[in-house]
Structure formats: structure tokens, C-alpha cells
């Protein structure tokens, strides 16, 4: 079973998507890959459920014979997942800065942001409007949680050691298919995601101060990403 690490604004939707044309088995009830319940909800607090819980959550998957899943809202901590069963992580990277204000573009057009700013927006609910995204959602935390050098080893050694992984930018159908093994892959028109300059323009020409410290902002993923190039 393919577990996709689906990291928001990294072209997640467009894997998901073309691995549904694929003919790959995903769950019975899923949103864009990611298991949902029987009223379409998204299953969250992955990253907080015991392990017992996940041991047979993902044994039910492999025995009703899903071949793909993506864990877009949360993600347990890569020892939590059961090890008697055949798991393949993958994941895609963009550099934090791009996709931080790639999602707040996003959210802005598609109307999931009341925030009139981007320092606004930073400080919202989800945990991929925070800093430093990437380090914690591989490493389990909330959005509220502190991160720190600790986090970013840890993720970094759990990502070389179990994860196949490729950053945006690159040939990622070549990687889906030599490396994550993903048959017949081919990108369709799936990212709905259009830069409407117009329509944000003006709150990021307030914010071209603080789109500048973004980078500074997010340190900790920029040395994540650093060690696995």
C-alpha cells in the first residue's frame, strides 16, 4: 500500500488525481485520497490516535485491498504505522516560502480565508498556515506546538530512511512513476489553484515586508529541506 505524505500546495491534488485514473484501489470513502467517514468528513487526529487504533485502521485497508491512501490533515509518527504489513511512503516538497503563499492565494480565491492579510493568515487555524509547516507535520505536533532543532533530525532521518521523496520543480510523473511505482501516471488539468494577482494583489503589496521574512520565519524547514538535498 502507497501512503502519500500530501503536503497542502505541493501538487498533491494532481497525484491523488492521476492515481485515481491510474486504477488504483483507494479507500471505500475518501477526500482527495485522504480517509473520510460515512458522511464524506475528513478523518483527522491521526497523529494523536494510539497505536493499537492505527494498527487496525490500516490492516482493514490492506485486508479490503486499498492500494493508495493520502494522509493530507494529519500524519502519525512514521514508527506508529504497523510494520508486518507492505508500507511505501512518499512525499513532495516546495520550497516553504512558495507554498505558503501559494495557500494563502488559494484560500483567499477560493473563498476559505476571511483573513485580510498575509500576517493574518499566518496566524489561523490549520496547521499549514503556520511556520515551519513541513518539520511538524512529520513530526506529529499541532499547530500550537513549539518546534525545534530536535523536531527538524527527526524528521529528517524518518524522511531519508522511509520516504521516497522528489520537490517540486522536478520531473514528479518520472518519479511517481520509477520510484513511488505508480502505473500508467499521467498529470490531467487537476490544480484549480490559479494566481489571480488581481484579486490578492493588493493585500500582498501591503504585505511585501512580511512576504520577505518569510523565509527567516520558516528556518527550520529550510534546514530540513537542506539536509535531505
Given at each position: 500500500m502507497l501512503i502519500f505524505a500530501h503536503l497542502h500546495k505541493c501538487a498533491g491534488t494532481s497525484v491523488v488525481q492521476s492515481v485515481i485514473r491510474s486504477g488504483m484501489k483507494l479507500p471505500l470513502r475518501h477526500a482527495n485520497g485522504h480517509p473520510a467517514d460515512i458522511d464524506g468528513r475528513v478523518i483527522g487526529g491521526m497523529n494523536s490516535a494510539?497505536?493499537?487504533?492505527?494498527?487496525?485502521?490500516?490492516?482493514?485497508?490492506?485486508?479490503?485491498?486499498?492500494?493508495?491512501?493520502?494522509?493530507?490533515?494529519?500524519?502519525?509518527?512514521?514508527?506508529?504505522?504497523?510494520?508486518?504489513?507492505?508500507?511505501?511512503?512518499?512525499?513532495?516538497?516546495?520550497?516553504?516560502?512558495?507554498?505558503?503563499?501559494?495557500?494563502?492565494?488559494?484560500?483567499?480565491?477560493?473563498?476559505?480565508?476571511?483573513?485580510?492579510?498575509?500576517?493574518?493568515?499566518?496566524?489561523?487555524?490549520?496547521?499549514?498556515?503556520?511556520?515551519?509547516?513541513?518539520?511538524?507535520?512529520?513530526?506529529?505536533?499541532?499547530?500550537?506546538?513549539?518546534?525545534?532543532?530536535?523536531?527538524?533530525?527527526?524528521?529528517?532521518?524518518?524522511?531519508k530512511s522511509k520516504f521516497r521523496y522528489t520537490f517540486l520543480g522536478q520531473d514528479i510523473q518520472k518519479f511517481l512513476r520509477e520510484e513511488v511505482g505508480i502505473p500508467n501516471i499521467k498529470f490531467g488539468h487537476d490544480n484549480k489553484t490559479h494566481y489571480m494577482e488581481h484579486a490578492v494583489s493588493q493585500n500582498l503589496t501591503k504585505s511585501l515586508g512580511f512576504i520577505s521574512s518569510l523565509r527567516s520565519i520558516n528556518d527550520l524547514d529550510y534546514q530540513l529541506l537542506e539536509l535531505l538535498c
Amino acid at each position: 500500500m502507497l501512503i502519500f505524505a500530501h503536503l497542502h500546495k505541493c501538487a498533491g491534488t494532481s497525484v491523488v488525481q492521476s492515481v485515481i485514473r491510474s486504477g488504483m484501489k483507494l479507500p471505500l470513502r475518501h477526500a482527495n485520497g485522504h480517509p473520510a467517514d460515512i458522511d464524506g468528513r475528513v478523518i483527522g487526529g491521526m497523529n494523536s490516535a494510539s497505536v493499537a487504533d492505527l494498527h487496525a485502521y490500516f490492516k482493514y485497508l490492506a485486508a479490503d485491498g486499498v492500494e493508495f491512501v493520502a494522509l493530507e490533515w494529519d500524519f502519525p509518527l512514521i514508527e506508529h504505522f504497523p510494520s508486518d504489513i507492505n508500507l511505501s511512503f512518499f512525499t513532495i516538497f516546495r520550497d516553504p516560502t512558495e507554498r505558503f503563499i501559494s495557500n494563502y492565494i488559494y484560500d483567499v480565491v477560493s473563498g476559505y480565508t476571511s483573513c485580510i492579510n498575509i500576517e493574518d493568515y499566518l496566524g489561523s487555524s490549520g496547521i499549514f498556515t503556520q511556520a515551519n509547516y513541513y518539520t511538524k507535520f512529520f513530526a506529529g505536533l499541532g499547530r500550537d506546538e513549539q518546534v525545534n532543532q530536535r523536531h527538524v533530525q527527526y524528521v529528517a532521518k524518518t524522511i531519508k530512511s522511509k520516504f521516497r521523496y522528489t520537490f517540486l520543480g522536478q520531473d514528479i510523473q518520472k518519479f511517481l512513476r520509477e520510484e513511488v511505482g505508480i502505473p500508467n501516471i499521467k498529470f490531467g488539468h487537476d490544480n484549480k489553484t490559479h494566481y489571480m494577482e488581481h484579486a490578492v494583489s493588493q493585500n500582498l503589496t501591503k504585505s511585501l515586508g512580511f512576504i520577505s521574512s518569510l523565509r527567516s520565519i520558516n528556518d527550520l524547514d529550510y534546514q530540513l529541506l537542506e539536509l535531505l538535498c
